[in-house]
């Protein structure tokens, strides 16, 4: 077989030694594959077929033709062996883990990022569960609000009163409050909080940092289509 087709049947089961899942017989535009669609290509290819050097695994259709996928065979690659240099199918093969390499690293990254989405919605989840499913509300004070409400408006005047350069983390004030009601919940205290803003009483505003580097999701809040993370007074004027 040592002709002029040789040197392109060696560099296609070169390839072909690679890529056990197969390739394209022929290659196309944006596809790669073991040969090119010139005649004599097309040619070596026939004759890689006819004398088991290839075989072809499965077919895919492209557009309106049909193309082949081919792999080595046995035979194959012992002619490869017997007959082209061990240096360029080392080079073939280094060129293929280079490749598998950068894919695989680009799913790692792929579902690291996934993963770190999928904790943040778990917690916002979590979250909104806890506000749904709750115990009934504890006893309202003698002007109609629970009594806790009143400390966390306290709080909150005190906080601005100190000159504080930043907003109140709500974990902070779900704190404060749990002084003067132990039994708070959760789910109670996000709605006096609402209640407390619809009354245009406080501020909230939401957390602008990556929804993955929040710290105690449970206490965040939801507010139309933000996630609320911090309170201040509203006063008038």
Same mark, same amino acid.
């Given at each position: 077989?040592?002709?002029?087709?040789?040197?392109?049947?060696?560099?296609?089961?070169?390839?072909?030694?690679?890529?056990?899942?197969?390739?394209?017989?022929?290659?196309?535009?944006?596809?790669?594959? @073991?040969?090119?669609?010139?005649?004599?290509?097309?040619?070596?290819?026939?004759?890689?077929?006819?004398?088991? @050097?290839?075989?072809?695994?499965?077919?895919?259709?492209?557009?309106?033709?049909?193309?082949?996928?081919?792999?080595?065979? !046995?035979?194959?690659?012992?002619?490869?062996?017997?007959?082209?240099?061990?240096?360029?199918?080392?080079?073939?093969?280094?060129?293929?883990?280079?490749?598998?390499?950068?894919?695989?690293?680009?799913?790692?990254?792929?579902?690291?990022?996934?993963?770190?989405?999928?904790?943040?919605?778990?917690?916002?989840?979590?979250?909104?569960?806890?506000?749904?499913?709750?115990?009934?509300?504890?006893?309202?004070?003698?002007?109609?609000?629970?009594?806790?409400?009143?400390?966390?408006?306290?709080? @909150?005047?005190?906080?601005?009163?100190?000159?504080?350069?930043?907003?109140?983390?709500?974990?902070?004030?779900?704190?404060?409050?749990?002084?003067?009601?132990?039994?708070?919940?959760?789910?109670?205290?996000?709605?006096?909080?609402?209640?407390?803003?619809? !009354?245009?009483?406080?501020?909230?505003?939401?957390?602008?940092?990556?929804?993955?580097?929040?710290?105690?999701?449970?206490?965040?809040?939801?507010?139309?289509?933000?996630?609320?993370?911090?309170?201040?007074?509203?006063?008038?004027?």
């Amino acid at each position: 077989m040592a002709d002029k087709s040789t040197p392109l049947i060696l560099e296609a089961l070169s390839r072909a030694a690679a890529e056990p899942d197969g390739l394209y017989l022929h290659a196309s535009k944006g596809a790669l594959g @073991l040969f090119a669609a010139s005649p004599a290509a097309r040619q070596a290819a026939q004759r890689c077929k006819n004398e088991g @050097l290839l075989q072809s695994i499965r077919t895919d259709i492209r557009g309106k033709s049909v193309a082949e996928i081919c792999a080595i065979t !046995e035979k194959g690659l012992a002619y490869l062996i017997a007959q082209a240099s061990p240096k360029q199918v080392i080079e073939d093969f280094i060129r293929a883990l280079d490749a598998r390499q950068g894919q695989l690293n680009s799913v790692v990254d792929a579902v690291r990022q996934m993963h770190s989405s999928l904790a943040s919605i778990r917690a916002v989840a979590e979250r909104l569960n806890s506000s749904a499913i709750r115990p009934p509300e504890p006893a309202p004070s003698a002007n109609g609000s629970p009594g806790w409400v009143a400390d966390v408006v306290s709080r @909150l005047s005190n906080w601005r009163q100190t000159g504080a350069s930043s907003d109140c983390p709500l974990p902070d004030l779900y704190r404060s409050a749990l002084e003067s009601t132990p039994k708070l919940t959760v789910g109670q205290f996000h709605d006096g909080l609402r209640k407390l803003h619809d !009354e245009e009483r406080i501020y909230l505003h939401p957390w602008t940092g990556p929804l993955c580097d929040l710290p105690e999701p449970s206490l965040a809040l939801l507010v139309g289509h933000e996630i609320a993370y911090y309170a201040s007074i509203r006063t008038s004027g």
